[in-house]
């Protein structure tokens, strides 16, 4: 089958959102096991993944060096991420390949992800991204443009556009490597956002885009079998923190969709996973599943984790 | 033909390796519009290039936010530009091939180089990168594990290690892509350095790897017709800045090398692109070809610009 995997931070980052260089290393190295066994049971796979943490990282030393080096755009960050990232992956899962004896060609790809620049989102950003500064500070970053917000006792905190995906650029390219027996690593932190003007260019915008909903995108243009969302916990919850507390497991899109609407999923977390899966199965998918990074292979098949298939299946 | 196009700092920075957003766009912007011409004249081309100052400011990044982020390694910061400049050059190509109402497939590919950890230049650092800094800074950096050279009046300066480059992966990958229509970004900056262990296993280094010594490995094993490095000169010049300074035009690689072993080229500047074009002659390749941006096309024809071609040819 063909399958789409999105890692979460849990795959790519250590306890915390921790974005050291080894922390990065140590947890992709172990993300890649279960990818290679998936891989071993003869699954076509194309990958993408998160990149907040990391993102956090290059604007914190955007802003500590500006006086030194110009400040690159959020658009240029999330590039950025999807080469490191895209190459230690590359690193850990040829490693991971190899102690199977099995050798694969693993294509990391930058990627573009078209969004309106007339979208809302451009001109009311809600995405917090960074780290939290005192309000003084954060004044003098609002001065210069930047939108910023009042996050409570922990300081203040960047906000930054995250506007709806509309098109994965390129992926008659993936579809290709992918036929040709490649793993390929595309879109990570959703992809680098660019804008199509009226003359049919495309430039890069100021802006992060929600990577599970890229791979909504992705995998219905990709036309993968299943769409697969590897994340920290093996089951979406319902009533989460109370005695009803209970997991769901196999489920129809039209009940899943029930549950979000009664706002059982945080905005922030487990909604944009829900979303995703929705948007891929109602867009015609036959298999979308959320479940921890360990347990993929019973994922994709559907026996674990929390699983929709479409009414066709 | 299929072409290797080797872009040098000039087709990616502004004037003295002004690496600001805007300048590195409006350079990749005009580098662009003679490369979409050798692409409508029915070329297949692969490309590949620098990213000195892109490092030098990813550097003092990581230097200037060390308190507060985890500075990453040299591998991880020539990833980052990777694909900074590989997402500029999809945008601007497909915006110069428009005009042109031409279509064309632009993947920029994650790409490592793998070299020798033992080889001698990890022992003996000698690349300056990154910015002049008082004696003082230098040696707390060279405190942390850091070699620093003192440069006379301008300061001290990072010195890192540039091996040779063997192999540069994912070859098989990119001449799939260019059979199959696409234009290929590779390599850029020389690749990121990884080393092979024992195991067979790839890791980053710490080091930078020349890009022109990098295309003449990536033109021999793509079997390119031709190794083109784009610099912002016409010509290699002999006896430059004498009465008898002379442009080297069509030109054996015997003779070449004779010029070379005279000490006519600056170990930093021609001598590797010099060392480029005649490795890729000697070992088998057909044309290659040292000429400024704006005569690419003249250049791939072998009528402009320093040419030296096989004797087979």
Known sequence: ???????????????????????????ISLACEPLADLIVDGHDIVLTHGNGPQVGNLLVKNEMAASEVPPVPLD???????ATIGFTIQNALSAALLSRGVHRGIAALVTRTVVDIDDPAF??????????????RAQQLID???????????????????????EVLDVATMSALVTSGHVVIAAGGGGIPV???????LRGVEAVIDKDLTATVLARSLAVDVLLIATDVSHVMVDFGTPQARALEQISARELREHAHAGQFGSGSMGPKVEAI????????????????????????????????????
Chains 1, 2 share one sequence.
């Open 76 to 82: 240029w960050c999330v590039a950025q991420t999807q």
């Open 144 to 166: 210069h443009g930047q939108h910023w917000q009042d996050r409570g006792e922990r300081g203040w905190r960047r906000v930054v556009a995250s506007p709806t995906p509309i």
């Open 195 to 201: 804008a199509r003007a009226a003359d049919g260019t």
């Open 123 to 136: 001109r009311r950003p809600t995405k917090p991204i960074g780290r939290y500064l005192p309000r003084e």
């Open 278 to 313: 929705l948007g891929f199965v109602n867009g015609g998918g036959q298999r979308a599943v959320i479940t921890s990074l360990d347990r993929i292979a019973d994922g994709v098949s559907g026996v674990y984790g929390t699983v929709v298939e479409s009414a066709r299946a």
């Open 1 to 27: 089958m063909r399958v789409l995997i999105a890692l979460g931070g849990n795959a790519m980052t250590g306890p915390g959102g921790d974005a050291s260089t080894e922390s990065q290393q140590k947890a």
